[in-house]
Every structure is written in structure tokens, then in C-alpha cells.
């Protein structure tokens, strides 16, 4: 028996691992379902029900349990199998607690992140939803700054994510701004708009998405120098790890492989693009052995004068991570601060010098709905083997496929061999 955990990290958390439609589907080939009740669950218990779940207040009888966001080390129970995001795997402190309480308590943990194929690549992931909220609210950001300035502006029609029922809301709203650009322009003081893009992985893809609906021209990091002030397009710029370092020594041309096994032979060289930039979206996977894009010290400089560069919507939101901007996380409730590069300090709203961030570490559950049906999808084939699982023997042993063996992270109150290097962390 399988249990669906009540989202508890947020209010805003609406997501699910499985739709009622995918829930029934997997009833029908013998797996039973326990859903714990939710007032803020994006589909109601009663589809659930209706689905042939059981409704329930506790998950206490189920033996494996499937969420979303983290579990709060308290409502651990012991020896269950848990499935969801951990957010452990670069030892995230904030998350050290829980991942101790998995293993202290005899459990198992299987981390969605970490379901891939041979190749290494996800196969289960909200990555794209990332870039579809957090692009609408960059765009929303970018009104709200250029109203501040006293600037009129097409963007100013666009709503937080989380104002639209469902992306193809958004989508035929977001039209009108297309047409108004086609039309009417961009006002002066903000062409050329260039839309920055670090990254091109499935976040990139989503956020890529929204912006070209928008008149568009891509153009080569190289040319962005050279931009004509146009009012009827913007531009967009699209930049790989060769754009974002060079080797140290320089007497080698960039090497992917090179660079992701030995970052330490490479420096950061990203900051050359900025100032061309009037958004800048991150969507790069990070780890501190990477260097920073940019710096402290690059912000103050580059904001010691008039820069373009209105609005940063870091989907990636690693804190103290590749942006030094991004001091903290925000709720899509109060999504944007100020970053002054001075301070380092931060202000609430889009008022001040220095970038207007956007920080929200879960932005697919604005878009909960479609976020969550893409999510099941792929989550779903994986069920009835996990459903019929032994998990009191050796994990080689389990009957779980490949693709779930390489996302457990804990095995029955032990880290598997992949993630060893967690134990200084579990001796806090």
C-alpha cells in the first residue's frame, strides 16, 4: 500500500506526485492507495476518492509514503520507505536533520533527483514548470521595476504565475504583450531588451518557452556588443559553460569533460556579458567547486553606475551559490527583493539600487496543475514496482528497478554506497 502524504512545506505547495487520473490507472492494475486529506492539495480529495483511494487523516498503515517537498524531521515515522524530494545531496545543511532522522529511525529514502537512466539523465522532474513560472515572473518583475522608474511598459499587463488557472491561461493573456511590442514598441530607455539565459537544460527549455512568445530574435553571446536599439523585437542570448569560464592557465581551449571533472583549472568569466543584459535567468546546475558567475564585487561595480540590468529571476536559487545576489529564498507571495551590492543587504519589493531578484525555490507549484500532470506522467510507470517491492532484505534484492536502486539514497536506516560521502554530515 502506497500513501500520499498532505504537502506541508508551504502554503503555496499545491503539487502532487500522482494525479486522481494516474492514481486510478495504477488502482486498476492492483495498487491500493491511501491519500491523506489536503485543503490545499490542486485536485481535491474527492477526485481521489472517486479514483478508488482511501481517504485518510494518517498515513501510519502505509509502509511506503510519496510526497513532494521535504518531510519535517518530526513526522518521520520509523522503518517506512519515504519518496520525495530531499534536497540532501550536496548536504544541504537545512536538510541534514532529516536526512539524520531517516537513518536514525531505520528508513529508506528515494529521491525523485536522483531517478535516472544509465546515462545519467532524469527521467522524473518539475525542471521545466521551473522555467515556465519563473519566466512569467521574471516578466511580471520587469513591469513592476519599470513602473518604479516611471517607464510604461507592455510587461506591466503580466501577473505572477499563480494569478493564471493553468499555462494555457497564461499563454493567450500573455498574447496582448506580443502584439503590443509588435504594434507599439518598446519603450526607449529599454531597447535593446536582451533577455539573458544561463543554461539550456529543461529549466532553460521552460523558460525559453514564455519569452519566445514574445517578438525574438537569438543572437551569439559574441553579439552582444553590436545590438541595434530596436523597438519591435527583443532579443535573446543563450549561454553554455564556455561562456561562463575560461581555463586558468589559458593554454588550452575549453573542455566540457575537462571542466566538469577538474573545475578547479577554470575561473569565472561570465561577468563581460552582463552589462549587456536587461534580464538575466539562471538556470544552471551549481556546486561550490564551480565558480561563481557573479561576484559581490561585480555587482558593486556594475551598479556603481546606470546598468541595464533590471531584473535577475534565479530559478536555480542556490543560496550563496553562482549569483552572490542570492542572499535568500522567497514564497510567491512576496517573490522579489532588492539586492544592494554595497550591504549585501536585502529589501522586499523592487525599490532600490541593485537587482530585483527573484528567489522562489518552488516555482513549478505556481503552475501546479499542469506541473503535477507532467510530473505523474513519468512517476507513474515506476509505481507497481515499487508498490511490490520486498524492503526488508538487501536493496539488490528489492525488486526495484535500476533507475530506483541509483535514486536511493538511504537503504533500511544506512546511506547506499553512492552516497557515502553524507556520513561527516550525519555526525553533525
Known amino acids: 500500500m502506497i500513501g500520499i ?43 481521489y476518492a472517486a479514483a478508488g483511494a482511501e481517504l485518510v487523516d494518517g498515513l501510519d498503515a502505509c509502509p511506503i509514503v510519496m510526497g513532494v517537498k521535504e518531510i519535517p524531521p518530526e513526522k518521520i515515522q520509523p522503518e517506512k520507505a519515504y519518496v520525495y524530494f530531499s534536497h540532501t545531496i550536496k548536504a544541504q545543511p537545512a536538510n541534514m536533520p532529516a536526512l539524520r532522522r531517516l537513518v536514525e529511525l531505520g528508513c529508506t529514502l528515494i529521491d525523485y533527483e536522483r531517478i535516472t537512466d544509465e546515462q545519467g539523465r532524469r527521467l522524473v522532474f518539475f525542471g521545466r514548470y521551473a522555467g515556465l513560472a519563473g519566466m512569467i515572473d521574471t516578466l511580471w518583475t520587469l513591469g513592476r521595476r519599470l513602473e518604479h522608474e516611471g517607464i510604461a511598459n507592455p510587461f506591466s499587463q503580466v501577473r505572477p504565475a ?8 497564461f499563454e493567450r493573456a500573455f498574447s496582448a504583450v506580443a502584439d503590443a511590442i509588435r504594434a507599439g514598441g518598446l519603450p526607449e530607455p ?16 521552460g523558460a525559453q518557452h514564455i519569452f519566445d512568445l514574445l517578438p525574438v530574435e537569438e543572437v551569439a553571446p559574441e553579439a552582444l556588443g553590436q545590438l541595434a536599439p530596436a523597438a519591435d523585437r527583443c532579443y535573446k542570448v543563450v549561454f553554455r559553460e564556455e561562456h561562463m569560464v575560461r581555463r586558468r592557465d589559458g593554454s588550452q581551449p575549453f ?4 571542466y566538469y571533472q577538474h573545475p578547479e583549472r577554470y575561473e569565472a568569466d561570465f561577468f ?26 561585480q555587482f558593486d561595480e556594475l551598479y556603481a553606475g546606470q546598468p541595464r540590468l533590471r531584473v535577475i529571476g534565479d530559478i536555480t536559487c542556490d543560496i550563496d551559490g553562482s549569483l552572490a545576489c542570492t ?31 527573484l528567489a522562489v525555490d518552488f516555482l513549478p507549484c505556481e503552475l501546479a496543475a499542469d506541473a503535477s500532470r507532467h510530473f505523474s506522467r513519468t512517476l507513474a510507470p515506476f509505481v507497481p514496482a515499487l508498490d511490490r517491492a520486498t524492503l526488508d532484505g538487501p536493496l539488490d534484492q528489492s525488486g526495484l528497478p535500476a533507475e530506483l536502486q541509483r535514486a536511493t539514497i538511504v537503504w533500511r536506516g544506512s546511506l547506499t554506497e553512492p552516497y557515502r560521502y553524507l556520513e561527516p554530515e550525519l555526525r553533525g
Open 272 to 297: 563581460r556579458y552582463v552589462p549587456a543584459l536587461t534580464l538575466l535567468v539562471n538556470c544552471i546546475y551549481w556546486e561550490p567547486k564551480y565558480p561563481r558567475m557573479i561576484t559581490r564585487a
Open 162 to 169: 499563480h494569478a493564471y488557472d493553468d499555462l494555457a491561461h
Open 5 to 47: 502524504r498532505r504537502e506541508d512545506k508551504s502554503k503555496w505547495e499545491a503539487r502532487v506526485p500522482l494525479t486522481p487520473e494516474d492514481v486510478r490507472r495504477l488502482a486498476a492494475q492492483g495498487v491500493h492507495f491511501q491519500v491523506q486529506r489536503s485543503p490545499i492539495r490542486v485536485f481535491a480529495d474527492e477526485a
Open 255 to 258: 573542455d566540457l569533460q575537462e
Open 327 to 357: 542572499t535568500r529564498a522567497t514564497e510567491p507571495g512576496n517573490p522579489v527583493y532588492v539586492y544592494d551590492p554595497k550591504t549585501g543587504e536585502t529589501h522586499d519589493g523592487v525599490v532600490g539600487n541593485g537587482p530585483v531578484v
Open 190 to 205: 529599454l531597447r535593446p531588451l536582451v533577455c539573458g539565459f544561463a543554461g539550456y537544460g529543461q529549466v532553460s527549455q
